[in-house]
């Protein structure tokens, strides 16, 4: 197994609508090259990685020069992406990291990637085809979509005859092909990733993880949240060994942490009501808690200490978004 690192004299310029959501978290994309589609009999032999290092772009490749020294390549990779917060990809969520984690368990590698540390761009533009008028949701109807034009020399599966010639034959000219198509997966994704700043930051909210950085740079994720009987729900990991069980209540909301799992539950009541409009609402009022908290805009019509999360049957993932984001590290820097 080997390594081939290559650091670019380029800087990755980033969506804004991204680094209003994520910007202080360390991220990295990630694309995946295998034997087949199965992963029960088929094997990873090439993994990418492009992310940020003093300021340039780099990109990582893991490649295995012959199947057996797959668990190499994964132990290599699994002991890279601990020091990232998020991983991006296309379509990973469905295809990289199921694959990736039942690999990891054939090869009694004690380790997966959560979901909830995945930002898949193939789940956003499945919202948001029809808006952007895309033919399809290919990468490429993305790249094409922007302006990105590139020449794929092999497709994923040419790529798969061209790694079984290469085991046989070990031609440095077709690996080069091989790593080659990976590099370029990942260097062009990272260019179609700007897709972010044309589509809405709530839609983006809907179909994206959302962490926040704690107490020395700790992190939090959100893996879960949904309104049910008239309250907001909320469920996420937070890894802190400094950290016990540990439960609250307050006026505004209730809350548990369980350490051995590294889990916590926030449960925040609504109140109900209706706007002047006669729209039905859902709302949390401010003076309920006891941390300092704005609103994201003024509504003549809305009082300031009024935060709605639903009008209607509509979720307002923004409102809800903001007000989090200062909920949760109130509550954690609180049991510090």
């Known amino acids: 197994m080997e390594i081939i ?14 680094l209003d959501l994520y910007g202080d978290a360390n991220f990295a994309i990630f694309d995946i090259e295998t034997t087949g589609l199965n992963p029960r009999f088929h094997k990873v032999i090439l993994i990418g990685l ?75 533009i499945r919202r948001v085809q029809k808006k952007l008028n895309l033919n399809n949701c290919k990468l490429k109807s993305v790249e094409a979509y922007l302006g990105i034009h590139r020449n794929d020399k092999i497709s994923g599966k040419e790529s798969v005859t061209l790694y079984n010639q290469y085991e046989k034959e070990k031609n440095k000219q077709i690996k080069d ?25 709530e839609q983006i909210l809907q179909a994206f993880p959302q962490i926040f950085h704690i107490y020395k740079k700790n992190t939090c994720y959100i893996s ?47 109140y109900k009501g209706r706007l002047s409009s006669g729209d039905k609402c859902l709302y949390i009022d401010l003076c309920d808690f006891s941390f300092p908290c704005r609103k994201n805009q003024s509504n003549d019509f809305i009082p300031e200490n009024i935060i709605l999360f639903k009008q209607n049957n509509h979720i307002k993932p923004l409102d809800i978004h903001l007000f989090i984001s200062k909920l949760i590290p109130y509550i954690f820097n609180q049991m510090q």
């Open 5 to 18: 690192q290559y650091n670019l004299e380029e800087t990755l310029h980033m969506p804004k609508n991204f």
């Open 50 to 124: 492009l992310y940020i290092e003093n300021g340039k772009i780099s990109i990582k490749q893991f490649f295995c020069n012959n199947k057996k020294e797959e668990k190499e390549l994964l132990s290599a990779f699994k002991e890279e992406i601990q020091e990232f917060d998020i991983l991006i990809n296309y379509n990973g969520n469905t295809f990289d990291i199921p694959f990736l984690n039942k690999r990891f368990l054939a090869n009694e590698i004690d380790y997966s990637i959560k979901t909830y540390q995945s930002i898949d761009l193939l789940k956003l």
């Open 177 to 201: 092909i091989i790593l080659l198509h990976n590099y370029d997966d990942l260097y062009y994704f990272s260019k179609a990733f700007m897709i972010l700043d044309k589509i809405h930051i």
């Open 224 to 270: 879960k949240q949904y309104i049910k009987d008239n309250s907001f729900h909320l469920e996420g990991v937070y890894k802190n060994n400094h950290i016990n069980n540990y439960i609250a209540y307050e006026n505004g909301f209730c809350f548990e942490y369980v350490k051995n799992t590294n889990t916590f539950k926030i449960k925040i009541p609504l």
